[in-house]
């Protein structure tokens, strides 16, 4: 969860674009772009220290490898472009957009009911012309923002942060608030802000939250040799009370109700040929033409 991501595309395309439902996922980065358009509904978007909140009609675009995360609110269809960095490197490699939050409105919706028809088309070059569709798409974006120099990155805390979330990963069974302000090195008191800040929720849920993946990852595993509890005590939680309660507030049910064939990513499209997995309890990724 929130590492870094490799995208897999169909062969012969480094685009991939879709609709979702409700859309909620966690911090996560990945060296492609993503542009997120509210079709319907509100909601809000996190890129690097800043929120955005969003209502139908509005766009964000995050650059490669920055940390965002999506909440959308119950009923709205969050639509994705993602795309690999050298569809419009050649074009856009020089400037970055001033601020994520698109000023104006661009025929984004446009373009991707015209690039899903291309990629589903099958037709010899679909994948050639659909990134066609997003040079100049993202084009029309460049021109109409403001724009600034491309430098390094600014922010010195946000190497330091995506070094943390690699460290929960690996520890969450018993990793601490207290050991993750100091892997900052940072006070405690100023490290609870700036964890807010950059990933939109507070280290404790952060946390709950990469448990109950593990704990997921366990239950549906094909051994039987753990009970509950045992995996709740695996998973860093003290008591099965808690495991349960935890456990149903990030999946929406319990333990022993969960789906056979659940899966939890916490990003929005972890792998593309298992794009119909859910990024959190509610997400629904919307089939072309559904």
């Not at 919706?109 to 798409?137: D, H």
């Not at 997921?216 to 939680?237: M, N, P, Q, R």
Request: with cysteine; charged share 25%.
């Amino acid at each position: 969860m929130a590492l870094y991501e490799l995208r897999k595309y169909d062969e012969g395309a480094r685009v991939w674009v879709g609709k979702y439902e409700s859309l909620r996922n966690l911090p996560h980065w990945h060296n492609d772009c993503e542009l997120i358009y509210v079709e319907k509904g509100t909601g809000s978007v996190h890129v690097g220290n800043s929120a955005f909140a969003l209502e139908a009609g509005a766009s964000v675009y995050v650059d490669s490898g920055e940390i965002h995360s999506i909440e959308a609110d119950e009923g709205s269809l969050i639509i994705i472009f993602l795309f690999d960095y050298g569809v419009i490197k050649n074009a856009l490699a020089k400037d970055k957009l001033e601020s994520p939050r698109l000023s104006r409105s661009y025929d984004v919706r446009g373009a991707y009911e015209r690039t899903e028809r291309e990629l589903s088309s099958g037709l010899a070059y679909n994948g050639a012309m659909a990134e066609s569709i997003v040079v100049s798409l993202m084009i029309d974006i460049f021109r109409g923002e403001k724009t600034t120099a491309k430098r390094a990155e600014a922010n010195p805390y946000n190497a330091r942060y995506k070094a943390l979330l690699v460290e929960i990963d690996a520890k969450y069974g018993y990793y601490t608030f207290a050991e993750a302000a100091a892997f900052m090195n940072i006070s405690e008191h100023y490290f609870s802000g700036l964890f807010h800040r950059l990933s939109g929720m507070t280290f404790s849920k952060y946390l709950n939250a990469v448990k109950v993946r593990k704990a997921v990852e366990l239950l549906s595993s094909d051994s039987d040799a753990d009970s509950i509890t045992e995996i709740s005590i695996k998973c860093g939680f003290n008591t099965i009370r808690h495991f349960n309660r935890v456990f149903k507030e990030v999946t929406g049910f319990s333990p022993s109700e969960l789906p056979v064939g659940y899966r939890m990513s916490m990003q929005s499209v972890r792998d593309m040929k298992e794009a119909l997995d859910p990024t959190l309890v509610g997400s629904k990724l919307i089939l072309p033409n559904s």
